[in-house]
């Protein structure tokens, strides 16, 4: 199960190995419907679908010739 598959925290907490990862003060946690990032004292909430947007973005191939 993928993390954005996860509707409610009982999913998360029940199907997924993980509910977050971290490394050093930056990290990343889903909660329902929201994935929050974190870096050092500050946090950063993001509704899923938005963050999943920006993800697929990020990982979309954007070709040599993008109108730059």
């Known amino acids: ?3 954005c598959d ?3 925290m009982y999913t998360a907490r029940t199907k997924l190995k993980e ?3 971290k490394y050093n003060d930056i990290g990343i946690e889903l909660r329902p419907s929201k994935v929050i990032l974190i870096n050092g004292p ?3 909430s993001i ?3 938005t963050f999943e947007a920006f993800a ?3 990982l979309e191939d ?3 010739d993008h109108g730059n």
């Open 42 to 44: 500050g946090q950063l």
């Open 6 to 8: 996860c509707k409610d």
């Open 56 to 58: 697929r973005w990020y």
């Open 19 to 21: 509910q977050g990862l």
């Open 62 to 64: 954007q070709g040599e």
């Open 1 to 3: 199960m993928k993390p």
């Open 47 to 49: 509704p899923q679908h």
